[in-house]
């Protein structure tokens, strides 16, 4: 894999089963709206993860529920151990599923940021072990050029507009730093709405991200169907239909997976993972395209 210049290297993964500037941008108000209404799930979900004593690697896909993990995750983390030396951040920290697996197969520090304080503390539950803050991935408490490695999680798809996020990745990022990139995407080029959620092209999120001096050198999809980490995010969810179903959160919780149930159920979004490089801004990006992820 050549992660600093050439061509983004494309996998197509098997399932399997293991033993400081201020940024005033802020999310379409969909994508806030999602993010409060299931600000009660993170809670519930913690809670279960507990009560069914899940642990280890169960506990990470529970706590960080994403098709086509963890071999998305797995792929990427083979590029990223290419990045120069200097901290890692999650942007993305959710529940800490993602980090918590990162720490434990690369023995790699992840510090979290996530905007909402229901989700870090359930985070902080789970993963005591884990350094965890409240900030926005456009507004990050980071100095310029701060970090080596951003970890970008099930995010791009609750924003109408990515390009506050990639700004704000590459002031954080040292010349080389990568940005790890893992979401739903839609299968062809137009954007595509589920919902509150907006998939974008893989396509159309590049040409965003060079605007930025940020290069795809790698892309990672996966197969749909369900693995153990799937499996065990899907006993969670379970559980919480069964309980929570009369809870004020609950029903937009619901539509929203239903929906993108629905939505993959149809082929009309892909999971996949990105990885991109911080380019030497005296530098003009390169003829790099997305290799075809459904070929």
Excluded: K, Y
């Amino acid at each position: 894999m050549r992660v600093n210049g050439g061509d983004p290297t494309t996998s197509m993964l098997p399932t399997h089963t293991p033993t400081s500037g201020v940024r005033r941008d802020r999310p379409h108000r969909s994508a806030a709206t999602t993010r409060t209404a299931t600000a009660d799930v993170a809670t519930w979900r913690a809670d279960i993860i507990q009560e069914f004593r899940l642990r280890g690697a169960e506990r990470c896909a529970a706590a960080s529920p994403m098709p086509g993990f963890p071999q998305i995750l797995d792929s990427i983390l083979g590029v990223l151990a290419s990045a120069p030396e200097g901290p890692w951040i999650d942007a993305s920290a959710d529940l800490g599923g993602t980090a918590s697996w990162i720490e434990r197969t690369m023995r790699r520090q992840v510090e979290l940021f996530d905007s909402s304080p229901p989700r870090l503390r359930s985070a902080r539950r789970l993963f005591p072990h884990l350094a965890v803050a409240c900030a926005h991935a456009s507004r990050l408490p980071v100095r310029n050029g701060g970090v080596s490695v951003v970890i970008v999680g099930n995010l791009v798809s609750l924003f109408d507009e990515v390009d506050p996020m990639l700004h704000e990745a590459h002031r954080i990022l040292s010349d080389g730093g990568l940005v790890a990139v893992t979401d739903l995407w839609a299968v062809d080029a137009a954007t595509r709405r589920v919902g509150p959620r907006t998939f974008h092209s893989l396509e159309g999120f590049r040409e965003r991200a060079e605007r930025h001096s940020l290069d795809v050198v790698h892309v990672a999809v996966a197969d749909l169907s369900t693995g153990w980490w799937s499996s065990a995010a899907a006993q969670v969810d379970e559980e919480i239909r069964l309980r929570f179903g009369h809870r004020p959160g609950f029903p937009d919780w619901a539509r929203d997976q239903d929906r993108l149930a629905g939505a993959l159920d149809e082929d009309l979004l892909v999971a996949a993972g990105l990885v991109l490089v911080r380019r030497d801004d005296s530098q003009p990006a390169g003829d790099r395209r997305v290799s075809n992820p459904h070929r």
